[in-house]
């Protein structure tokens, strides 16, 4: 075999008030065609791809180099043609699900024989939290824990009943300027009702009582109130959002896409009411990925 597909979701992360916990992975991927050929070389192909395509700083090569340094193997060189559903910088997990195509590149190429205990440590160790990775990992809804040794812990929720809606801005919002703006500190009583609500976020979730969920995202503590400040019409959205039936709004991880859990039945009119209201923004219909990351192999073609 010398032809494959590597196929990862994008996720959303968070939910609200499940920071750096929860996460979702979304029917919107991140697609590597893989060749063998004597040399490395990267393609890119259609939007939502980064134009610079330098082999030796190119992220998932960089990561699959460092997964097969760290198991002690040499990688067969390659082509890897990539095209991509996720805009950059968006807050829809583009760098987690790059960060799993490497370390799904250097499994095949290097025949790490990998499990998927190894994937979620691995890919939450270099996002540095585990909500985006297990996501694109697993797909579905993932509750998780890393300890210190960077081991995760991941309840994973396969389905999810209900449809999503990301309205995603036209600029850019780097993870690192969003975590810039939190507090480092929270006293205890105000940690104790930030904990709480992500408690009944995860309950809510794990009952698929989507009325719940949606009350509870829009309750988080940890993060929202302090970045809400660099998301042009965040309060507009929320409150027009739930006005056309949705269950509830948040952050879609650090920004500046927001997303809405609504019911299945209504998705095509409350994609026709907030395209007529947010005109600026790119507003996507998505669900649940039901998979996460997948490789499959192709029979060459001549
Ligand atoms: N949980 C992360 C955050 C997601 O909100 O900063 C983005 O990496």
Known sequence: MSKWQIKVPGSTANLGPGFDSIGLGLSLYLTLDVTLQNEWEFVHIGEH??????????????????????????????????????????????SAAAIVAGIELANLLGGLNLSIQDKLNISSQIEGHPDNATASVLGGLT????????????????EVDAAFVVFIPNFELKTADSRGVLPQ??????????????????????????????????????HEPFRAQLIP??????????????????????????????????????????????????????????????????EQKH
């Open 49 to 94: 791809v980064p134009t610079d395509t330098t082999v030796e700083t190119h992220l998932i090569y960089t990561i699959a180099q460092q997964v097969a340094a760290q198991y002690n193997t040499n990688l067969k060189p390659c082509k890897v043609e990539m095209t991509s559903e996720l805009p950059l910088a968006r807050g829809l997990g583009s």
């Open 143 to 158: 509750i998780s824990s890393m300890d210190e040794q960077g081991i995760v812990d991941t309840l994973h929720i396969p």
């Open 185 to 222: 500190d929270f006293n205890r009583g105000y940690a104790v009702r930030a904990s709480a609500n992500a408690n009944m976020l995860a309950a809510s979730l794990i009952a698929k009582d989507y009325v719940r969920t949606g009350h509870y995202m829009e309750q988080d503590l940890f």
């Open 233 to 298: 019409n965040y309060s507009e959205i929320r409150s027009a959002a739930k006005q056309a039936g949705a269950y509830g709004t948040a952050l879609s991880g650090a920004g500046p896409t927001l997303i809405s859990i609504i019911p299945t039945a209504i998705q095509e009119q409350f994609l026709t009411a907030m395209n007529a209201q947010f005109p600026e923004h790119r507003i996507v219909l998505t669900q649940a990925d039901a998979i996460g990351s997948c490789v499959v192999a192709y």
